[in-house]
């Protein structure tokens, strides 16, 4: 079954109600820039408020290794999502998993895709000058020739809409939406949260 993981939780009842709703992680913004940036000191306080086995991503941009580390420690991380320019070099953050996102651009190709040392790939669409969150889909075609060779978690522009059609297509380890289930950028739809996580266990 695919897993489900909803980025860009800003509250609590956002957070309970994924949980809730059968997603098998959540992401916290810690890129200033976006308009879904949490401060360090309330992701711990709702990390703190969580059922155990949900796994809990802190994504970061272009963020200096110890900041990573020593924020993840503060807020209870299990995973870390690098979403800037970071090269394979700067994967390595022991103790923690390492998930390392590409922006793609259409036509891109799956050999050139530089080896990076992590627990998986997060594909999404290249929007120049943005870091994610954009709405736009990602090449469905290249993510299906990454996710055919390692573990992919497929984002970009998903939506209760097109993420059977997506998971059918890529067949990915994972999805990860953000803005295709909100009502506004941080605030999450509870309904559209449900369908997408529904729709998407059902799609295998």
């Not at 009842?13 to 820039?33: E, I, K, R, T």
């Not at 070099?89 to 050139?112: H, T």
């Not at 390692?150 to 999805?175: C, E, F, H, M």
Request: charged fraction near 20%.
């Amino acid at each position: 079954m695919v897993r489900v993981k909803i980025c860009g939780i800003t509250n609590l009842a956002d957070a309970w109600h994924a949980v809730a709703s059968g997603a098998d992680a959540l992401g916290f913004v810690f890129y200033p820039d976006s308009p879904r940036y949490v401060e360090p000191a309330l992701v711990r306080q709702i990390i703190a408020e969580l059922p155990p086995l949900i796994t809990c991503v802190g994504l970061f941009v272009n963020e200096q290794p110890a900041r990573i580390t020593e924020i993840a420690a503060q807020c209870g991380l299990d995973v870390v999502q690098l979403h800037g320019d970071e090269t394979p070099e700067q994967c390595n953050l022991p103790p923690y998993r390492v998930i390392k996102a590409v922006r793609v651009a259409q036509q891109a190709d799956a050999a050139a895709l530089p080896e990076f040392p992590v627990a998986a790939l997060l594909l999404d669409a290249l929007v120049p000058g943005q870091f994610g969150g954009t709405g736009q889909v990602c090449d469905w075609q290249f993510a299906a020739q990454v996710s055919a060779l390692r573990p992919t978690i497929l984002a970009g522009g998903l939506s209760p809409d097109n993420v059977a059609a997506a998971i059918n297509a890529v067949k990915p380890y994972a999805v990860d939406v953000s803005s295709g289930v909100e009502k506004t950028p941080g605030q999450k739809d509870p309904r559209k949260v449900s369908e997408f996580i529904r729709i998407a266990k059902e799609a295998v």
